[in-house]
């Protein structure tokens, strides 16, 4: 039976490839992750790929053009349907976006378009907001700037700080990346212009955490 091949980007602990593995793993998802490249060569993502018998591939990024060729050589000869960036922190050349639009997604861990860049989490709460959250969204030329396909409501708590907010999001962004995934396998995906439609289906709200508010779609 045909499954889908993600290849999944990484550039740190990799909590999120976890979680994708684990969906799979669990057959939430009907897909497998074929291969998982970083650009940091001791990325925890890429032992954690190992320990599951991923094939993992440390790829250096000092030269964008040698490492996006890279990327798309190892995706393309393992037919890669979906390319995932999972705590990935590069930006894409117009050049690879444009090839794979469509199919490679990011998550992102504020609530797009508030607080892009590298810390969604920490520009949220020092700019004092009261409700952040996540995002999942197709990758287009601009950095954070896709078609969004889901996103997640978290309340910022009196004394949280930079770790315990990222924690709480954290935890939601484990589910809403993996259900993109599996929407995407479903076919249930639209792009219209800047707006994402999803078609009517099943639902994970049964995984639903309690006080967080979940996009059309989860
Ligand atoms: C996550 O919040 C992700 O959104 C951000 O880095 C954090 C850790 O990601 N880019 P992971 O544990 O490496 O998946």
Redesign the pocket.
Known sequence: MFMLKVGVL?S??????QAIIDACNEGKINAEVAAVISDNRNAF?LERAREHGIESFFSDASDKRRHEEEIDRIFGERDVGLIVG??Y?RILSPQFVKKWYGRIIN???ALLPSFKGTDGQGDALKYGVKITGCTTHFIDEETDHGPIILQAAVRVKDGDDRDSL?AR??KV?HQILPRSIDLFEQGRLEIHGRKVRILPGDSWMEYALPDVLYSEGF
Request: avoid cysteine; hydrophobic fraction near 50%.
């Open positions: 990484a740190g602990s990799g909590t999120n490839l993502a999972a705590g922190m998550i992102h861990p990222a999001i954290l962004e």
